[in-house]
């Protein structure tokens, strides 16, 4: 066994004893709103053994990785900051999970870098590659490879998302204004669309027309909506419902409107991305195409001129 391998192998017992030490009762700080839950709650935790679905009993290992877990998390969530932002993307995607379960899962995808990482150092020392600095900055930056990869994995589902439902759009707005035009109310126009729709932009409308069936108002249910999409012209499309309802403007006149908006914003989107094709196409054409054509049209010349300096 080698120096280095064998100061590895001890600091890794090393660090697993601290955590073991650290994470027992007696140096286990407990938070104010866990020391003083049990003098709040209004009525005694009943027996486990009478719920309905019996006892669930958490695994070794969760009981082991559980404390660890959170104290990343809560780690993770200090350093890097930005709560609100992963919210509004949470919110964006409509999706159940929070924060400090997106947190969880950063730490899971660090914890698949490092185990990449600690594969690459192994492969390395067996190959006599013993440089410590550079072996642990390895594992280092593939665990922030991972909570790099997670983040950057929410954002394009989230983007991929908007794309979606930025193409669903018109024919949504389309068959609003025509069921709110031939006598339906708003509600009933939602509901009429839903049922005739599928998508991530039908799933809103059913997560609005939800709420509004659950207690809240029509409107402000449309203002909710309004609040977490990131697709502008769907958040002016709702807030534009949102304020006829309220101030009582024929529905009909304002999703006629905004209907002929959405029409106009799809064909200028069209025509963008038209040229930005049409730019794109010119790529092989300039480095592929033209070059390889300057080059028969020079090469002749270039092979006389040697001929004749011969």
């Not at 104010?32 to 027996?47: C, G, K, N, V």
């Not at 589902?157 to 669903?168: D, K, P, W």
């Not at 759009?169 to 035009?181: N, S, Y």
């Not at 064909?267 to 196409?281: D, F, V, Y």
């Amino acid at each position: 066994m080698t120096a280095f391998l064998g100061g590895t192998i001890g600091l890794a017992a090393g660090a697993g004893l601290l955590l073991a030490i650290l994470a027992a009762p007696p140096f286990r700080k407990l938070s104010l709103s866990e020391r003083i839950a049990p003098y709040l709650r209004d009525a005694a935790t009943p027996s486990r053994l009478l719920s309905p679905g019996g006892t669930v009993r958490e695994s070794l290992l969760g009981r082991l990785t559980g404390p660890l877990l959170a104290d990343a998390v809560r780690m993770l969530d200090r350093v890097l900051g930005g709560r609100a932002s992963v919210r509004r993307r949470l919110a964006a995607l409509r999706s159940p999970m929070s924060v400090e379960q997106f947190r969880a899962e950063q730490v899971m995808w660090a914890g698949v870098g490092s185990g990449v990482g600690l594969g690459v150092v192994l492969l390395a020392i067996i190959s006599d590659h013993r440089s410590p600095i550079l072996l642990v900055m390895i594992v280092l930056l593939c665990a922030v490879a991972g909570i790099v990869a997670r983040d950057w994995w929410l954002t394009q589902t989230v983007s991929r998302h908007n794309a979606e439902i930025l193409a669903e759009f018109p024919v949504v707005a389309e068959m609003l204004a025509l069921a709110v035009a031939a006598g339906e109310g708003l509600a009933g126009a939602i509901g009429r669309v839903c049922r005739l729709t599928h998508g991530h932009l039908a799933d809103g409308l059913r997560a609005i027309l939800a709420d509004a069936r659950a207690g809240a108002s029509l409107q402000q249910a449309l203002l909710v909506a309004r609040d977490n999409t990131q697709v502008e012209p769907l958040a002016r499309f709702l807030d534009g419902m949102a304020v006829a309802l309220e101030r009582g403007t024929p529905l009909a006149d304002v999703l006629h409107a905004q209907a002929a908006d959405v029409r106009a914003l799809s064909k200028r989107q069209l025509l963008e991305a038209g040229g930005r094709k049409e730019i794109l196409m010119m790529v092989p054409v300039v480095f592929l195409v033209m070059p390889v054509t300057i080059l028969f049209a020079f090469f002749p010349g270039i092979i006389a001129i040697t001929t004749v300096a011969r």
